[in-house]
């Protein structure tokens, strides 16, 4: 697949659309028109077709409509576009898991039927202009695409008049892998995204980009933009242009400067200088919520390093580090942007979760704190079954069949999760499975690989011990002690005699 220019074709009448194509007539032909709504209802309500108008030009078409509705509508009239035409459609992303599923079955299904038709033509031989039609329309497969955020959208209005408390780009990678989980081929997004969606759907998932602008246009309507140079630089596979070609006064030269900025490499010091500098602003904005967890716990003092008096495990193993993320109780900003984390961690991973419960202790409260974030009830089991009162083995919700997460603060072996689950399990609860701030990949979490308990984290022991030791937080010699735990816990050669004296100690008074 190469790089393409898709001519956002605006209008609002057959006139406008004719003499728009007849200007474009000496250019290169393999640009995408985009039939967007206006255009196309011009057409139903004034008797013409767009579709057929830009294609009989020779161009292909990309039919904008934005389709959103319950699945079933949607997916017949996905196969409708289909039909008329259309070489790429698009749906709203935020219609749904079902409807992107079913829209995606659709082309499936309708190119499965043009396939056994083709055969049957073929075999017969008395259809040769038939037979042609099928093989472009299988030669030709459109693209179906989702649409993330619109570029005219800001943080302020996502935020505020949507609801949606993601940043766009937050909002737009969680949008892209929805997209890419119901087999959609790509999705609708800004420039400042790109990197982002790449990143989270592979190189190969297409990125269509609109609000491209040259460097002296103006804004118009759109928010989130980016020149051809830098869409190209940033990755774009389509990028959409409007205005700057259409009210052009030489609309093939202005289409020729945007197809040569995109399609070519870069070489003008300027755009490079310029996209470069844009890319580092994004590259900010690309937040990664294991990197900034790990940070966090830093910063609230919650990991320890102690390689002559090496900490005591519940498991009865000395550690050189510790993490005590009860210390979020004391920087509730840090434990406010975590537990944001964690809920949206459970939203990703277990979307039909319906109850939430805590490992006792150290995550009750944390994971009442997620399931007030998402309007879930909350429950967790006793350490010990009450002996008064109602005498309860839990609290909280009980109903078998429940689907519920359960919110671990650190994962290690795994035994305190179990001690919880299997209660949950025995009145015949659903555990979709844990999710946690984070996972000591340190030490292996035997027990919960075992019994097939599937467990996510936002961010791994690895990670913060990396993070602390670039920051000074950790010598040279300590981290060469820690990475040698690591290899094997069990083994104690790291430590130095000082050390085994004083984990022997600490194990002799917890006897």
């Known amino acids: 697949m190469g790089k393409n220019v898709i001519i956002a074709c605006d209008f609002n009448s057959k006139e406008k659309l004719e003499r728009f194509l007849d200007q474009m007539e000496g250019a290169d032909p393999n640009f995408y028109c985009k039939v967007g709504m206006e255009l196309f209802d011009s057409g139903a309500l004034q008797g013409f077709n767009p579709v057929q108008i830009v294609k009989e030009r020779g161009h292909k078409v990309f ?73 472009k329309k299988l030669n030709n497969r459109p693209i179906l695409l989702g649409v993330t955020v619109l570029t005219s959208m800001s943080e302020e209005e996502l935020r505020n008049e949507i609801g949606i408390n993601k940043t766009p780009m937050e909002q737009v990678v969680s949008l892209a892998k929805l997209c890419k989980e119901a087999g959609l081929d790509g999705v609708v997004c800004s420039p400042q995204e790109i990197i982002a969606v790449k990143e989270a759907c592979g190189e190969d998932f297409i990125t269509v980009t609109p609000g491209i602008r040259f460097a002296d246009s103006k804004k118009d309507d759109q928010t989130r933009v980016a020149t051809p140079a830098c869409a190209n630089i940033l990755g774009s596979d389509y990028i959409v242009v409007g205005r700057p070609i259409t009210n052009a006064e030489n609309a093939i030269e202005a289409y020729n400067r945007c197809k040569k900025d995109f399609t070519e490499q870069v070489t003008a010091t300027n755009e490079i200088k310029n996209a470069k500098g844009y890319i580092e602003n994004l590259k900010k904005k690309i937040v990664n919520p294991s990197d900034v967890v790990a940070q966090k716990l830093i910063e609230a003092s919650a990991f320890k390093v102690s390689t002559e008096d090496p900490f005591l495990l519940k498991s009865g193993l000395g550690a050189p580090i510790y993490l005590n993320n009860r210390d979020l109780y004391k920087s509730p900003a840090e434990q406010k942007l975590i537990m944001d984390y964690l809920a949206k961690l459970v939203e990703e991973y277990y979307p039909h979760c319906e109850a939430i419960f805590g490992t006792p202790m150290s995550a009750i409260s944390f994971g009442a704190l997620v399931a007030e974030r998402l309007g879930l009830p909350f429950g967790f089991v006793r350490p010990e079954k ?39 399990k025995d009145f015949g609860a659903d555990v979709l499975g844990i999710a946690a701030i984070v996972d000591n990949d340190f030490v292996p979490s035997q027990k919960l690989i075992d019994k097939r308990i599937e467990y996510r984290s936002i961010t791994t022991m690895s990670k913060i011990v990396q993070y602390a030791f670039e920051q000074g937080l950790i010598t040279e010699d300590e981290i060469n002690q820690i990475w040698a735990y690591k290899g094997n816990p069990k083994d104690e050669s790291w430590m130095s005699d000082v050390a085994k004296g004083n984990i022997a100690q600490k194990r002799l008074a917890k006897k």
């Open 63 to 135: 039919l904008d409509l934005k389709l959103k509705d319950i699945p079933n509508t949607v997916s017949k009239t996905a196969k409708t576009l289909i039909d008329a035409g259309a070489d790429m459609i698009n749906l709203h992303a935020d219609g749904g898991l079902k409807m992107l599923k079913d829209a995606s079955v659709a082309v499936n299904e309708a190119y499965a039927e043009y396939q056994h038709e083709y055969d049957e033509v073929k075999a017969d031989r008395d259809m040769p202009g038939r037979l042609e039609d099928l093989e």
């Open 386 to 424: 009450k002996d008064h009162g109602i005498v309860a083995t839990f609290e909280g919700p009980k109903k078998e069949g429940m689907k519920i997460v359960q919110i671990e603060d650190l994962i290690t072996s795994g035994v305190s999760s179990l001690d919880s689950i299997t209660p949950l």
